[in-house]
């Protein structure tokens, strides 16, 4: 969203850019936060739009799951998930148990990966109420985000608030009860530094040049794993008008548009 694809379909000429790179020979890769779909649903996804790809060529924070499963041993642990069916079968492929968090209180892991495809409310308060009964009973809980994002953009002029704001809600809603006894978000995608190591390990080298709409999670992950970037001015950020702040994460390039 807001690199290749707005919403309402390709940015063609981002397409145009992504085939010719190909054509050179230069290895590329889609490194989303994407975790609604699975592997093989995106790729027919974008083929249906277009674009051929193939399943080696997206790097999803969703797959980082079973690596977190297998390096924290949840590996037959409970868990309630956040998201769409597909979401489910990632954590299903880690090795985790799918439960509904609004039919059983009996599990101990709690992945965020998606706003849609469940009642959000009803089951943000049902997760919210069982989080802070398994800590004041002193049981083991781990949250696991796969999709930080706060917003993305899925149209001209509209946006979406997405999985991230839902965690940060349900944080602050956990550290209004527990306090400094409050767990928090395990966050797999981007900018955190599991899916750029991830990147770094597919391409075999740290000279690679992330591409990317958002300040906070492209540039500033990129920046943080020692890695080039561009911040393109399709999607989040109206370059023509960013002044950057003491604080933002600075691209090593600016692309107002694709041509």
């Known amino acids: 969203y807001g690199v290749l694809y707005d ?24 490194l989303t936060n994407g975790s609604s779909r699975t592997l093989d649903e995106t790729v027919s996804m974008y083929r249906r739009l277009g674009l051929i790809l193939e399943p080696n060529d997206i790097i999803n924070s969703a797959s980082l799951l079973k690596g977190y499963y297998a390096e924290q041993s949840l590996i037959g ?13 990632y954590v299903e492929e880690a090795g985790g148990i799918i439960v509904n968090p609004l039919e059983t209180d009996d599990y101990s892991v709690v992945v965020m990966a998606n706003q849609t495809d469940y009642p959000l409310l009803e089951t943000l308060e049902a997760v919210l109420s069982q989080v802070v009964t398994r800590v004041e009973s002193g049981l083991p809980i781990h949250l696991v985000l796969t999709n930080p994002d706060l917003i993305y953009p899925h149209q001209t002029r509209r946006f979406g608030i ?3 704001s839902f965690a940060l809600l349900l944080e602050a809603a956990l550290d209004a009860r527990l306090g400094s006894d ?16 991830e990147a770094i390990k597919k391409a075999g080298t740290k000279n690679i040049l992330m591409i990317g709409d958002q300040l906070e999670t492209d540039i500033r992950g990129a920046q943080n794993s020692g890695l080039d970037s561009v911040l393109v001015g399709t999607g989040m950020i109206r370059v023509d008008v960013w002044q950057p702040r003491a604080t933002d994460p600075i691209p090593t390039f600016i692309l107002p548009e694709w041509r």
């Open 7 to 30: 919403g309402k379909g390709l940015i063609g000429k981002c397409v145009d850019a992504w085939n010719m790179l190909r054509d050179r020979g230069k290895p590329c890769w889609i």
């Open 162 to 164: 997405t999985a991230g």
């Open 77 to 89: 642990c409970r868990s309630a998930v956040l998201g769409t069916k597909s979401s489910g079968l």
């Open 182 to 197: 409050a767990p928090k978000f395990e966050k797999l995608g981007k900018p955190f530094p599991r899916i750029f190591k």
